[in-house]
């Protein structure tokens, strides 16, 4: 069975309600903690650098999300892999 560690540098479909209860967010997963993920989102990026009136930043932006805040996380796995239905020989 996946974990959200195992899928940290790769891009998973999140629903944050508290950005946008209608729209799932598309981010990369940086950190898996106990109460949360750290996540780098272009979109989100750009919102905040538009808010502080900047037009780039001089390191990449990452956000943390409680786990309480997060309605849920869509990611994928290889389903041709027999590892990934828990089959292994």
Do not use: C, R
Not at 53 to 82: C, L, N, R, W
């Amino acid at each position: 069975m996946p974990h959200l560690h195992d899928m940290i540098g790769e891009t998973i479909t999140a629903l944050i309600p508290v950005l946008d209860g209608k729209i799932m967010q598309q981010v990369i997963l940086h950190g898996v903690e106990q109460g949360g993920i750290w996540v780098e989102s272009q979109n989100l990026t750009n919102d905040f650098l538009s808010q502080v009136g900047a037009s780039t930043a001089p390191k990449t932006m990452i956000i943390f999300f409680p786990y309480h805040q997060i309605s849920y996380v869509f990611g994928s796995v290889d389903s041709s892999s027999e590892k990934s239905f828990g089959v292994e020989e």
